[in-house]
């Protein structure tokens, strides 16, 4: 994990029950540190970064902690410079906050240091002049607040959230087997012509698959966010490593299964194309398909369903290609059964170029995770 990386983690605010107890401490023990060290007047600046810097993982915290110090250096240091020539009024502050948020938009940081700047050169311009000192106390009160912010965060590492990702690859993965066996009931509805432009409602409804998927890989990455630095890591690496190997068997099976859904609507209903391969066929093959990975999900053997679906993928293939009256025709129902023996093998995890390799009646979905417990 690089600065830059650090610098450009974005904040996910407070999760969970535990991290809003650690806000609440590390602000309180934030302003106590400052009102010590400096003017009374000055110290909940140090509070306001303390409460933003912790978050549910130490990753987060370090990287919240970082951009908003960096992000108020920035600021106190720009504004510094230009109220000392242009003094306080609103044209200069009107100047500042266009320089300070032209220049926050190109630096290679996260929204956390972004806005600091932005909020450090407008209370620097508008309180400096009036509040002798603000600007150090400034900069002072939010390495404070940054430091014990860390501090407390790192203190109280929280487990990973690998029961809501969990979840959340259970439902990407309930969408997929939905979506094949939405695709079947509108190739089961009667024949239309839906010209050139029309789509399928399937392919509409496909937004709603792409936004569980998206969903799915948000809870991953925080989960896996959330074993990064912490000190219980180690003891979490066999949920990591099983979370992300589904990840990645998900992410292949929503590119395929969108494949086929393009592939599907591209031929069918077109008035202009004949596909040989039998709507009634395609429909069968997709149901199996569904059937099929919501019982390797489930930990069943699918050892038996995946060869009878290879050979009623075989013997659509053996339909398709005895009409060879139309070559072109032949050749794109054969290409679209192709990707559904892709799909398959995906499905069963038998695909030879896989990481992942049938685990026979353990499902790769049977083992449970949890919070880390």
């Known amino acids: 994990m690089s600065l830059e990386q650090l610098l450009r983690t974005p904040s996910v605010g407070l999760g969970t029950t535990t991290t809003v107890v650690k806000a609440a401490v590390a ?9 010590s060290l400096g003017p009374a007047r000055y110290a909940a600046l140090a509070p306001v970064v303390a409460v933003f810097t912790v978050q549910a993982s130490v990753l987060g915290t370090l990287a919240q902690g970082i951009q908003r110090v960096v992000g108020t250096v920035l600021g106190v240091a720009l504004t510094a410079v230009w109220v000392q020539r242009a003094g306080t009024t609103w044209w200069s502050i009107l100047v500042a906050l266009l320089v300070a948020l032209g220049v926050a938009r190109r630096l290679p940081v996260g929204f956390a240091a972004q806005s600091q700047i932005a909020v450090s050169v407008l209370l620097t311009a508008a309180l400096g002049p009036i509040s002798p000192g603000y600007g150090p106390w400034r900069v002072l009160d939010a390495l404070i607040g940054g430091v014990v912010g860390i501090v407390v965060g790192v203190a109280v590492p929280e487990r990973p959230a690998f029961g ?27 024949p239309r012509d839906l010209g050139d432009r029309e789509r399928h409602r399937f392919i509409e409804a496909s937004g709603a698959l792409f936004e569980v998927a998206q969903a799915g890989r948000r809870a991953t990455e925080q989960a896996r966010d959330g074993a990064l630095f912490n000190p219980w ?11 992300l190997q589904r990840e990645r068997e998900l992410v292949r099976l929503t590119l395929e299964v969108r494949v086929l859904s393009l592939s599907i609507d591209q031929l069918y209903d077109r008035s202009r194309l004949m ?15 569904a059937q099929v990975y919501r019982d390797r999900r489930a930990g069943a053997d699918v050892g ?12 659509a293939v053996a339909e398709v290609a005895a009409d060879a009256s139309d070559a072109y025709a ?8 192709g990707r559904v023996e892709q799909l398959r093998l995906e499905v069963t995890g038998r695909d030879p170029a896989s990481a992942i390799q049938p685990r026979g009646a353990e499902g790769l979905f049977t083992d449970e995770l949890d919070d880390g417990r």
Do not use: I, M
């Open 304 to 315: 038996t369903a995946d060869d009878a679906l290879r050979g009623d993928v075989a013997a």
């Open 27 to 35: 602000g309180a023990l934030s302003y106590a540190v400052a009102a």
């Open 233 to 243: 890591g180690r003891r979490h690496r066999d949920q990591l490593a099983l979370l």
């Open 164 to 190: 809501a990702a969990g979840s959340a690859q259970h439902r990407w993965a309930d969408a997929l087997s939905d979506h094949l066996g939405r695709v079947a009931d509108e190739l089961d509805d009667p």
């Open 275 to 289: 596909p040989h391969l039998r709507r009634a066929t395609l429909a069968g093959l997709l149901r199996q398909l």
């Open 330 to 337: 032949v050749l794109e129902s054969v290409s679209l059964l």
